[in-house]
């Protein structure tokens, strides 16, 4: 995992330098942006009114979006990453109608949200559901931004690639139109932000329910409620409207989220923590292993802890490296911010733990006397406190 994350990003970041180093074509001038935060569970639109900006968009004048729901095809998973269930299957109903039974105990779609989704075959009514509190969004924010020619539309949603391309289309075309970008602006559309609307299917691909229709959750107009919605923002960002804050600039309600007091947690707290037998909470297990060590090395300390989840320590560290500076004082280097360290947890036995710090030493670290810390804090008899340990100190060389 730490791999292929690292792998990731440096290609990402080797491409975008790229694309940064040789672009020779100015953005252009002029800002603005709009929030606006819309229900998708009953929003209406203008098949009429989308039409003039977005080629494919079905005949009739209203439609409408539906209470969520999840079909069978989400359960069959996709054709490159099947469920493996027989009893569903993409593009098709259930062959044994158990786990569907199961769905409509929690909760049975009423005939009308049933009809909305057709032809989807509904899995699991999660509009149904909501206590303690709703299983799935329905107020949903859409923003839209826009620098120069290039403009910036961030959805709560996974758009298909032929979704997506229509949506940036229609987005573009009614910002030519009212002459805020020419043929060349660009349009981008960056998917799950603020917010998670699961897929976004064009109508077509909704007929179809394979694994993408059958994960949109609003509908088969879901899409053209949200290319709708932003192409009304960009009119209203073309027709001057340009505001100043951000209570100018937004629309609708934000959606009231449960906090975390009133968020059901499954998962039980941690009973108890305790040190190894005849030892003490920060005691080495495995020290750092002798000698010096060279910039691109990798040192790692073993140290008996307690389990992270008693304090998550936000807004402070697990992990720590440390140097000794030439008045005798440890300072900072780096903690669990930076990507050359890495923290690990296990348990041990029944209670015991034991943590691992990881330092990679970057070719750019200074020649000196180093060591790794741990701060963690350990539940014993229902109370939690703070603990520590240190490793060895040893020498970086250059």
């Known amino acids: 995992m730490f791999e292929s994350t690292k792998i ?59 209470s969520p729901a999840m079909g069978t095809a989400f359960a069959a998973g996709t054709t490159d990453g099947p469920s493996n269930m027989d009893d569903f299957l993409q593009s098709g109903a259930p062959q044994n109608h158990f786990l569907q039974g199961l769905g ?9 949200v049933v009809e909305c989704h057709r032809p989807k075959n509904i899995l699991l009514y999660t509009g149904g559901l909501r206590r303690p509190y709703p299983f799935v969004p329905t107020t949903m924010g859409v923003q839209l931004l826009r620098v120069g020619q290039l403009v910036i539309a961030a959805v709560p949603g996974e758009f ?34 603020s917010g998670y609307a699961d897929y976004v299917t064009t109508y077509e691909e909704y007929q179809h329910q394979r694994y993408e229709g059958g994960s949109t959750a609003y509908g088969p107009h879901t899409h053209a409620a ?7 923002m960009a009119l209203d960002m073309a027709d001057g409207m340009e505001a100043a804050d951000g209570i100018e600039a937004s629309l609708g309600e ?8 009133k968020l059901i947690e499954h998962q039980l707290g941690v009973v108890q923590d ?8 920060g ?42 500076d030439a008045q005798g004082l440890w300072q900072l280097v780096a903690d669990d911010n930076d990507w050359e360290t890495r923290f690990e947890w296990k348990r041990e036995g029944i209670s015991a733990s034991i943590v691992t710090v990881t330092w990679d030493i970057p070719t750019t670290c200074q020649a000196g006397y180093y ?19 240190f490793s060895r100190t040893f020498e970086v060389l250059r």
């Open 8 to 66: 990731i990003g440096e290609r990402q970041f080797r491409a975008a330098k790229h694309i940064f180093d040789s672009a020779s074509r100015p953005l252009g001038t002029g800002i603005g942006y709009r929030t606006r935060f819309v229900d998708m569970s009953m929003y209406t639109v203008n098949l009429t009114f989308l039409s003039r900006y977005m080629a494919n968009t079905q005949n009739g004048s209203i439609a409408h979006t539906c």
């Open 104 to 112: 409509d105990s929690l909760a049975s779609a009423p005939p009308d």
């Open 160 to 193: 298909t690639t032929m979704a997506g391309r229509r949506t940036k289309d229609a987005i573009k075309e009614a910002l030519v139109q009212k002459g805020v970008l020419t043929k060349d602006g660009v349009v981008v559309l960056g998917n799950c932000a």
């Open 226 to 232: 949200f290319t709708q919605v932003l192409v009304e």
């Open 254 to 261: 934000p959606p009231h989220i449960p906090m975390l007091g």
């Open 274 to 281: 305790d040190p190894p037998l005849f030892g003490r909470f």
């Open 283 to 324: 005691q080495i297990h495995t020290d750092v292993a002798p000698g010096s060590f060279w910039p691109g090395a990798r040192v790692a300390v073993k140290i008996w802890g307690a389990h992270p989840r008693n304090n998550l320590r936000h807004g402070d560290t697990f992990a720590s490296v440390w140097r000794l």
């Open 371 to 389: 060591r790794l810390g741990y701060t963690g804090d350990a539940k014993q008899w229902q109370r939690i406190h703070p603990i520590s340990g």
